[in-house]
């Protein structure tokens, strides 16, 4: 990321003049993986937090999967702006290390109005392995269609320990690749080149089983 884009309009779509600021903050993610319920929160709880962790370690027990609920870890970045002047503000983001971080925009405008978003987002860095949070599955999917001559990319991971995962990439009813790939606590990226060949659909899947649990990746590529 090198740049954050900002607009203020008003319910008519017009622009407005503001003045406001941008901050951004890392959170305090979980440390570990914590499996997904299949059911939704119940409205009562026979459990203790304390008591459900001894029961059913690694299992998520109200919201700790949620990033909004975060707690904030340190602010990172903030940065003063007007509107139209300042659209584009310009961010290192090389500076930040991996990680969940929420930016929030506070702005008002000259009669008073005020306005405030609030987001969260994952950095992550090409050059380096590491996961922005703890993943079961983390990936970056491929753009929407390439034509021969391009390279095709797609970042994957795993946070947990001893992960082996099946990639196959295939078309024209058959399999053009397929290998093991070790995803132990990283991200791996894969990248092949798109050739004359492949015009029509691609398949990309990936497949792996960790605590009895299937995760899974299923792509198209347009070609």
Do not use: C
């Amino acid at each position: 990321m090198k740049e954050i884009k900002l607009k203020a309009v008003n319910f008519l779509g017009v622009d407005v003049k503001v003045a406001g600021v941008i901050k951004i903050y890392r959170l305090k993610a979980p440390d570990k993986v914590l499996r997904e319920k299949p059911w939704l929160n119940p409205d009562q709880y026979i459990y203790s937090k304390e008591e459900w962790d001894s029961l059913y370690p690694g299992n998520v027990y109200k919201d700790e999967n949620n990033p909004s609920k975060w707690k904030i870890e340190n602010m990172v970045w903030e940065q003063s702006f007007r509107l139209p002047e300042n659209a584009n503000l310009k961010i290192n983001a090389r500076k930040f290390e991996p990680g969940t971080y929420r930016i929030m925009v506070q702005a008002v405008s000259e009669k008073g109005d005020t306005a405030k978003l609030v987001s969260e987002h994952y950095f992550y860095s090409e050059n380096d392995k590491s996961l922005p949070s703890a993943f079961a599955k983390w990936d970056i999917g491929f753009n929407k269609e390439y034509v021969p001559g391009e390279i095709a990319r797609y970042r994957i991971g795993s946070s947990y320990e001893n992960v082996k995962a099946l990639y196959i990439l295939s078309g024209k009813d058959k399999v053009l690749e397929s290998k093991w790939i070790d995803l132990s606590a990283n991200q791996h990226t894969l990248e092949f080149p798109i050739l004359e060949q492949h015009r029509g659909n691609l398949g990309f899947d990936f497949v792996w089983v960790v605590n009895n649990i299937l995760n899974s990746v299923h792509e198209t590529i347009d070609v």
